[in-house]
């Protein structure tokens, strides 16, 4: 059985690591869950924590839940859809399942070199009339084209909906990603650039399917005696509203030291023929920094991904490869016939390592990082 375990003595410099707020601030909070005896099922924290996260989101409907993953799940659950939804194999498995998990058949678009999100000049060709829409991911952050994607399906009368897991507070212009598409989901997981322990959210337009989805999540219960929907239990808890609350004033904070982490591995591996850096399709964007790619383009370099993995994995710096394999490449897909030719995120998958990177994460570590790096090549 594969069971992962993290000892208390483990060492190196690690994929990521969260962002914690002062204690003092959420002994605060559990004061007040002490208080109310409240813990969990939408009580006062998880009222205040939506509010405020309405707010910092700029929508009129976001409903917190317990993972990314099932408020993806359930908001597909609550568009009751059913048939084909064109999709990215560069992704996490929570994406693909999610619409497998749904009754729904994936199809694989590929993505663009330049930021790996979905590729609009390939959707049309996939659209069938069995075809009920578009699941785009803002992968690291990178928001996807959504001029082009939501051009298409209107055209064609597709839902959107975008796995926004890694893309907490990215804006395009002025706007909030969260704008973009019937749903977005946002993942609160603890390696992520904001956290609420594990917790995620969904924004939905339609205001008959959030209030769908805020009871899917919640049993589908009406009222004591009333169970409408054969929903799940995907609520969040108070003690993760607590740090949602923590950690939303700290965001900003946040994002400028993990902006500053970047810089540094983009000026230090500068020039380095065959290493490559994502760039936002518009230069108006407002990054979040959630992740740090890097691509090693094994011919230019004459040094394979694999090998610069475990050459750094040798020296405690412990790099991982989101997203490789492709989910299309999954042994629970493989099988299914869900696998279509994308050539450019296969290869992309092939050549990229996701490096050590958090807000606290020392200068001087990522110089070394990027000195072993330069010392390889
Ligand atoms: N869509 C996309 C595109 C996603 O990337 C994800 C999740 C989802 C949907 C679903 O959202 P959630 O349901 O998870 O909210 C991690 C995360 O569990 C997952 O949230 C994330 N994407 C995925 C890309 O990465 P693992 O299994 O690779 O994480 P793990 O446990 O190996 O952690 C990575 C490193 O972080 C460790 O080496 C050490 C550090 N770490 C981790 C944890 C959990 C800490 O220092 N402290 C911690 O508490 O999946």
């Not at 560069?90 to 930021?115: L, M, Q």
């Not at 946040?254 to 518009?282: F, H, S």
């Not at 790099?319 to 299914?336: I, M, W």
Request: contains cysteine; charged residues 25%; aromatic residues 12%.
């Amino acid at each position: 059985m594969y069971v992962k375990k993290y000892s208390d003595d483990r060492k190196g410099v690690f994929v990521t690591k969260p962002s914690l707020p002062p204690l003092e601030e959420y002994v605060e909070y559990l004061k007040r869950i002490w208080e109310k005896s409240t813990l969990t099922n939408m009580g006062p924290l998880h009222e205040e924590f939506r509010e405020k996260l309405s707010e910092f989101l700029d929508v009129d409907i976001c409903v917190p839940s317990c993972n990314g993953h099932m408020a993806l799940e359930l908001a597909l659950q609550a568009l009751n859809l059913k048939g084909e939804i064109i999709t990215t194999p560069y992704t996490f498995a929570s994406t693909t399942h999610a619409i497998v998990r749904n009754g729904c058949t994936p199809v694989f678009c590929d993505v663009r070199e330049s930021d790996c999100t979905m590729d609009p000049e390939k959707i049309e060709s996939l659209i069938t009339d069995k075809t009920v829409a578009i699941l785009p991911v803002h992968v690291y952050g990178m928001p996807c084209n959504v001029e082009e994607i939501e051009k298409i399906a209107k055209k064609h009368g597709l839902k959107v909906i975008y796995d926004a897991a890694h893309a907490f507070g990215v804006k395009i212009g002025e706007k909030n990603i969260s704008s973009y598409g019937d749903v977005s989901m946002f993942s609160f997981h603890a390696t992520k650039s904001f956290n609420t322990i594990e917790g995620g959210c969904a924004v939905i337009k339609d205001y008959n399917v959030a209030v769908r989805f805020y009871q899917l999540i919640n049993f589908g219960i009406m009222g004591e005696e009333n169970v409408a929907f054969v929903g799940a239990n995907a609520k969040m808890n108070e003690f993760e509203a607590a740090m949602g609350l923590c950690n939303l004033v700290h965001f900003e904070e946040n994002r400028l030291k993990r902006k500053a982490v970047y810089e540094i591995y983009e000026r230090e591996l500068a020039g380095i023929d065959g290493i490559r850096m994502l760039k936002p399709y518009r230069r108006d964007v407002e990054r979040n920094y959630s992740y740090c790619p890097v691509f090693y383009d094994e011919e230019v370099l004459g040094v394979s991904r694999d090998t610069v993995y475990k050459k750094m994995a040798e020296h405690n710096i412990f790099t991982r490869k989101y997203f490789y394999p492709l989910t299309s490449e999954f042994d629970c897909y493989k099988s299914l016939g869900y696998n279509g030719e994308t050539p450019v995120a296969r290869r992309l998958s092939r050549q990229v390592l996701t490096m050590p990177f958090y807000a606290d994460l020392e200068k001087e570590t990522v110089v070394e990082i990027c000195n072993l790096l330069k010392e390889m090549f």
